[in-house]
């Protein structure tokens, strides 16, 4: 079982450019989660999927946010213009819903804006 | 407004005793509660979880405590080892009224000195 996969693991960018994350979720999953860690506001929700539907997305800063997950295998979380104070580490996470609410995390990706 | 709140950003304990790391929620229908241990550079992995039904609940060198009535909960690991070195999470569930979407708090970075 490979897990969460993320990619980049890494993203330094300029201000005004356009970032986009990706995330494979866990075979057989069908919940998919994009969390921000910062230092201030901790691990805090942005969207979630089930099914590949948007079901919550009152966690997204702001309309520059948008994500997609145009299958049960893959999302994205893409910033246009980003700013320097959308730097974070940004987590996927997967489950099955009849599984519990135990969430499977992947490793992040670390984007620095400047 | 943060629903789940960990008061304390850190913790340091020496090797053998126990680390005590405590966790406050305030909305009244979270009924389901997660402790995630993450170490640098990786994503957050699942350690422990309890159920509103339940006060206590014990895996190994884990044991989470909950208190309804004050909404608290709290995870004690005894005896800490130096592995355990790492930031824990909170969170916390409305599996009835919200579905599988977690709430976590800011985390508590934990220090285990030899």
């Known amino acids: 079982d490979a897990g969460v996969i993320q990619s980049p693991r890494h993203e330094v960018t300029e201000m005004g450019q356009e970032v986009t994350l990706r995330c494979k979720p866990i075979?057989?999953?069908?919940?998919l989660f994009w969390y921000r860690q910062t230092m201030m506001r901790g691990l805090e929700l942005l969207i979630y999927?089930?099914?590949?539907?948007?079901?919550?997305d009152s966690g997204m800063p702001e309309d520059r946010f948008s994500a997609k997950m145009p299958n049960a295998s893959f999302s994205t979380l893409k910033i246009q213009p980003s700013e320097p104070r959308d730097s974070a580490v940004y987590f996927c996470?997967?489950?099955?819903?009849?599984?519990?609410?135990?969430?499977?995390f992947g490793s992040g990706t670390q984007l620095s804006v400047l | 407004d943060q629903q789940v709140k960990q008061n304390s950003p850190s913790l340091s304990v020496q090797e053998g005793r126990i680390s005590i790391l405590n966790c406050d929620y305030t909305?009244?229908?979270?009924?389901?509660f997660l402790w995630y241990k993450k170490y640098p550079a990786e994503g957050p992995t699942f350690l422990i979880s309890?159920?509103?039904?339940?006060d206590k609940n014990e895996d190994g060198r884990f044991t989470v405590f909950l208190n309804k009535s004050a909404k608290h909960l709290s995870l004690h690991i005894v005896p800490s080892q130096p592995g355990d070195s790492a930031v824990y999470f909170c969170?916390?569930?409305?599996?009835?009224?919200?579905?599988?979407?977690?709430?976590f708090g800011g985390g508590t970075r934990v220090l285990v000195k030899p």
């Open positions: 996470a997967s489950s099955h819903t009849l599984q519990g609410v135990k969430l499977f």
């Open positions: 075979s057989g999953h069908n919940s």
């Open positions: 999927f089930n099914n590949n539907v948007p079901i919550d």
């Open positions: 909305n009244s229908m979270f009924d389901y």
């Open positions: 309890i159920s509103s039904i339940k």
């Open positions: 969170a916390a569930s409305a599996i009835k009224a919200a579905g599988n979407k977690l709430t």
